[in-house]
């Protein structure tokens, strides 16, 4: 068993009629045991290179991120979507090659909206969470990719989602998730691993949330099911199991597929 105290971890282990002890540094631990999922960002997202209330997307004409397969492998061929705060529109042109979508984009910065006419996506800029310039019902799927926490009102977003596409994607950082809920106990300060090397007062994550704030937002805007809750998978059997068992505590990424229960 392991005992968590004076930020360190100490493993009791028995040999015959000996007992020792061993101290591990608990961020080194930390980051052993779901190294894949805290080493998920890209140099893109780090506060050394960018600035995530304000992203700049020059000199990133493509941003690859994990959860891009999972929302592929969720979309049917030839349907329509709309990605809101689509970046540099990475998702959008894997969506165009791979399930052949008509595909739209809002997004808000100029160095992203300027990429994606590069690259002939149907972008425009706009903030996404206020009324959309959709019709109701106009697409298939409406997709949000680790964007809901950086918005003023995640209800309204989520509103929007609903009334102009069939089915919603989402996903987020889990602020439920444990290494934050052990940085917390212990340093007593906003988590450092859910906001990604930035500070409290210099990031753009306003909203942070847990999975089950997430559940507590779809019932509250009502006229939404989930469909499917899926996580970046690990190469280690335990942590799939831990994640599809626990989610609120061990999925770092949660990837939503929701659905509207009313036209």
């Known amino acids: 068993m392991f005992l ?21 540094n608990t961020t080194i631990f930390l980051n052993f045991i779901f190294d894949s999922e805290l080493n998920f960002m890209s140099s893109f997202d780090s506060p050394e290179i960018n600035d995530n209330r304000n992203y700049n997307y020059s000199g990133f004409e493509t941003v690859e991120r994990k959860e891009y397969d999972v929302i592929a492998n969720w979309i049917t061929p030839n349907s329509s979507l709309i990605d809101l705060a689509c970046g540099n529109g990475t998702l959008l042109e894997k969506l165009k090659k791979e399930k052949n979508i008509s595909g739209k984009g809002v997004e808000l910065s100029d160095s992203g909206i300027a990429i994606c006419k590069k690259k002939n996506l149907d ?14 019902n106009a697409f298939d799927y409406a997709v949000c990719n680790v964007s809901i926490q950086m918005v003023m009102f995640p209800e309204i977003l989520l509103s929007e989602m609903k009334r102009v596409a069939k089915h919603q994607i989402l996903s987020f950082p889990n602020f439920g998730f444990y290494t934050n809920r052990i940085d917390l106990l212990f340093k007593g300060r906003m ?9 409290w007062y210099d990031t753009g994550h306003i909203h942070q949330l847990s999975i089950a704030d997430f559940y507590e937002l779809i019932t509250n805007v009502g006229g939404l099911k989930v469909s499917s809750n899926l996580y970046l998978p690990s190469k280690f059997k335990w942590e799939n199991f831990l994640m599809k068992s626990f989610p609120n505590l061990f999925q770092h990424i949660p990837i939503f597929l929701l659905e509207k229960t009313n036209a």
């Open 191 to 199: 988590p450092k691993p859910m906001i990604f090397g930035y500070h």
């Open 123 to 136: 972008v425009q800029k706009g903030s996404i969470d206020k009324r959309l310039p959709f019709e109701d």
């Open 4 to 24: 968590i105290k004076s930020y360190s971890i100490f493993f009791w282990s028995s040999c015959q009629s000996c007992f020792f002890i061993k101290t591990i």
